[in-house]
């Protein structure tokens, strides 16, 4: 059975439903990730590695990581902070608007309440978010980390999902990123967040600065246009079937990679893990939400 551990935070979601009416659930990019790979991939194993506080949200997030099977040993509380949080407007034209209550939440102390134990997993799968959230020093212990595992075995998996707000400038969010790469055995750059962070137009931009970071599998994601792929120096290009009713984009990524990386990691080549990852998007992207309702979705590996 594979051992995963995904590292970042999940924050509390309120989306507007009708008039003052709010929906209530629980979100975030590593977390999403880790949802649909357990969907995915059932058989197995999957800790998320982040902090909750003492408060009553923290608690519920417990109990619905345990219906998603999303093993909670690596769930550290702060006694101090709370979950971070977020609230999407959905205007009458559709568009979105996002505001977020996070900068003091735990998952920000998370490195510094983990305890200094031994940890161990086949996988080890972070953001350029989880990153973002921690101070310089964490940041240090949090690649600290990474290396010990490396040095047991563990590959290492990494999306930049580059979000502007969180870094406190760009040169810093380049430096950890490019960090990021360094230590990646598989990374799933996005081209927007490459052409909003490095200014790379397309594909052949962030394979050439890719070059010699030594990432054993580059997927380079790129909305319906198709996915990119380049191992052993060798590139090719997986079309993304057209999703004619998209009702909401939020973790497409995620949710790809999740896809991605059960097929992967149940031994099935590159390229049909990417058609995987793609259609497991394709179904999220139908419904709205981050996490979309277990009962519509169908997509399993078999090892
Ligand atoms: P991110 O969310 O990281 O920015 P993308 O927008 O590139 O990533 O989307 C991730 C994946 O979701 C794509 O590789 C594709 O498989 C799928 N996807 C996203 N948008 C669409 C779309 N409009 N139609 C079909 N598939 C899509």
């Given at each position: 059975?594979?051992?995963?551990?995904?590292?970042?935070?999940?924050?509390?979601?309120?989306?507007?439903?009708?008039?003052?009416?709010?929906?209530?659930?629980?979100?975030?990019?590593?977390?999403?990730?880790?949802?649909?790979?357990?969907?995915?991939?059932?058989?197995?194993?999957?800790?998320?590695?982040?902090a909750i506080g003492a408060d009553?949200?923290s608690?519920?997030?417990?109990?619905?990581?345990?219906?998603?099977?999303?093993?909670?040993?690596?769930?550290?509380r702060s006694t101090e902070r709370n979950l971070g949080?977020?609230?999407?407007?959905?205007?009458?034209?559709?568009?979105?608007?996002?505001?977020?209550?996070?900068a003091q939440s735990a998952a920000t102390q998370?490195?510094?309440l983990?305890?200094?134990?031994?940890?161990?997993?086949?996988?080890?799968?972070?953001?350029?978010?989880?990153?973002?959230?921690?101070?310089?020093?964490?940041?240090?212990?949090?690649?600290?980390?990474?290396?010990?595992?490396?040095?047991?075995?563990?590959?290492?998996?990494?999306?930049?999902?580059?979000?502007?707000?969180?870094?406190?400038?760009?040169?810093?969010?380049?430096?950890?990123?490019?960090?990021?790469?360094?230590?990646?055995?598989?990374?799933?750059?996005?081209?927007?967040?490459?052409?909003?962070?490095?200014?790379?137009?397309?594909?052949?931009?962030?394979?050439?600065?890719?070059?010699?970071?030594?990432?054993?599998?580059?997927?380079?994601?790129?909305?319906?246009?198709?996915?990119?792929?380049?191992?052993?120096?060798?590139?090719?290009?997986?079309?993304?079937?057209?999703?004619?009713?998209?009702?909401?984009?939020?973790?497409?990524?995620?949710?790809?990679?999740?896809?991605?990386?059960?097929?992967?990691?149940?031994?099935?080549?590159?390229?049909?893990?990417?058609?995987?990852?793609?259609?497991?998007?394709?179904?999220?992207?139908?419904?709205?939400?981050?996490?979309?309702?277990?009962?519509?979705?169908?997509?399993?590996?078999?090892?």
């Open positions: 059975m594979k051992r995963l551990i995904i590292f970042g935070e999940c924050m509390v979601e309120l989306r507007t439903q009708h008039g003052d009416t709010m929906a209530k659930s629980f979100a975030g990019d590593t977390y999403n990730t880790a949802v649909y790979f357990k969907r995915c991939l059932p058989v197995s194993s999957i800790s998320y590695l982040t009553f949200l608690d519920e997030l417990i109990l619905t990581m345990g219906e998603h099977e999303i093993n909670t040993d690596l769930v550290f949080l977020y609230m999407i407007r959905n205007d009458n034209q559709g568009e979105r608007t996002f505001a977020y209550w996070r998370t490195i510094n983990m305890p200094d134990d031994n940890i161990s997993a086949d996988w080890f799968y972070f953001s350029g978010i989880s990153i973002a959230i921690l101070d310089n020093a964490q940041r240090e212990n949090l690649f600290s980390l990474i290396k010990k595992l490396k040095t047991q075995g563990c590959k290492i998996a990494f999306d930049p999902n580059y979000r502007t707000r969180l870094w406190e400038d760009e040169d810093i969010a380049q430096h950890w990123t490019t960090r990021a790469y360094q230590e990646s055995d598989l990374a799933f750059p996005g081209a927007d967040d490459h052409l909003m962070l490095f200014r790379h137009t397309c594909a052949d931009d962030i394979f050439a600065y890719l070059e010699d970071k030594n990432i054993t599998e580059v997927v380079m994601k790129n909305g319906a246009i198709g996915v990119h792929i380049l191992a052993q120096q060798e590139q090719c290009i997986v079309p993304v079937e057209h999703v004619s009713a998209v009702v909401d984009t939020t973790a497409a990524g995620d949710a790809f990679n999740a896809g991605f990386m059960a097929a992967r990691l149940s031994g099935k080549p590159a390229v049909e893990s990417a058609s995987f990852g793609a259609k497991v998007a394709a179904t999220v992207i139908t419904y709205p939400g981050a996490i979309i309702p277990s009962g519509i979705f169908s997509s399993h590996i078999t090892p």
